[in-house]
């Protein structure tokens, strides 16, 4: 199916944390995205805003 915003954050929420500590990224990172329209959401982008993540 298509990935929507929504999909985008859930994944993010489920696993973003736990590659993290696998790659001993805990707090030093950029994550970078490219111009996706759910990249650019309102949605991800307050995810991103509230989970403190640049």
């Known amino acids: ?3 929507t915003a929504e999909r985008y954050i859930d994944i993010l929420y489920e696993n973003l ?3 993290l500590l696998k790659l001993d990224l ?3 990172f950029i994550f970078q995205q490219d111009n996706d329209p759910k ?4 949605k991800t982008i ?3 805003k ?3 993540i640049k």
């Open 1 to 3: 199916g298509i990935m």
């Open 17 to 19: 944390e736990e590659s």
């Open 26 to 28: 805990e707090t030093n």
């Open 39 to 42: 990249h650019k959401a309102k």
């Open 46 to 48: 307050a995810f991103f």
């Open 50 to 52: 509230s989970n403190k």
